[in-house]
């Protein structure tokens, strides 16, 4: 394991304390864009953090290949990022996948497209990130044509390394070269909001709190 490994590694357990909305304003402050509109937990009360292994889908035509092979070279911690181009017709992941991917540690799917077997997915309480659900198949539609390449979703850019944060909220990417700075934003933004909170709860205003900790700033590209 090399340092650079190691050390996004405890910078992923580092935002597992922070939700996507205090991340996503620190994106914000540096110019950084990381939500992933439309993504949304199929698991509720799901929350991941790790780095994102890509998987690129493209349509079957005279040329048809696998749609889930890549799974067995997925190592524990990591999430699994799939661009099916936001396809909703046919699915990409399932019932079998998730379990596969519970035994083997993985730790969640975000998925550009929908997936299905959301039952037993959800007793298997296995982490799915997607834009919806439906049970056609995407076998002999679509087709695995790239592994670890750079990928879209929701028109977001997601490179393989880089930290995925979701939760109940949606889903974050934080670019692996500028994690170490976004943590770093992202404690500054979640005391001032903290504090914020621990005033109110003593009875102050809350116009008077968010002033008194430039609240309606804390998200400002500077």
Not at 155 to 165: A, E
Request: hydrophobic share 40%; proline share 3%; glycine share 8%.
């Amino acid at each position: 394991m090399s340092e650079h490994t190691a050390s996004l590694q405890e910078l992923a357990a580092a935002f597992q304390a922070f939700d996507t909305a205090a991340v996503s304003d620190a994106l914000d402050r540096l110019g950084l864009r990381g939500g992933l509109l439309g993504i949304h937990a199929v698991v509720p009360g799901a929350k991941i953090c790790g780095q994102a292994v890509t998987e690129h889908y493209v349509p079957c035509g005279l040329k048809k290949d696998n749609v889930g092979d890549f799974i067995d070279d997925v190592q524990p911690g990591q999430v699994v990022v799939i661009d099916n181009a936001g396809r909703l017709d046919c699915t990409v992941w399932g019932d079998i996948m998730s379990l596969y991917a519970t035994q083997h540690k993985i730790a969640g799917t975000v998925i550009d497209g929908v997936c299905r077997d959301v039952h037993a997915v959800r007793e298997l309480n296995y982490p799915i990130f997607t834009k919806s659900t439906y049970m056609v198949t995407g076998k002999d539609r679509v087709y695995v044509d790239h592994v670890n390449v750079p990928v879209s979703v929701s028109g977001v850019q997601i490179l393989p390394g880089d930290l995925i944060l979701a939760d109940d909220s949606g889903a974050v990417v934080i670019p692996q070269s500028r994690a170490e700075e976004v943590l770093t934003v992202t404690r500054e933004i979640e005391e001032k909001e903290d504090e914020i909170r621990k005033r109110v709860l003593a009875g102050s205003k809350l116009k008077d709190a968010r002033r008194e900790l430039g609240y309606h700033s804390l998200q400002t590209r500077r």
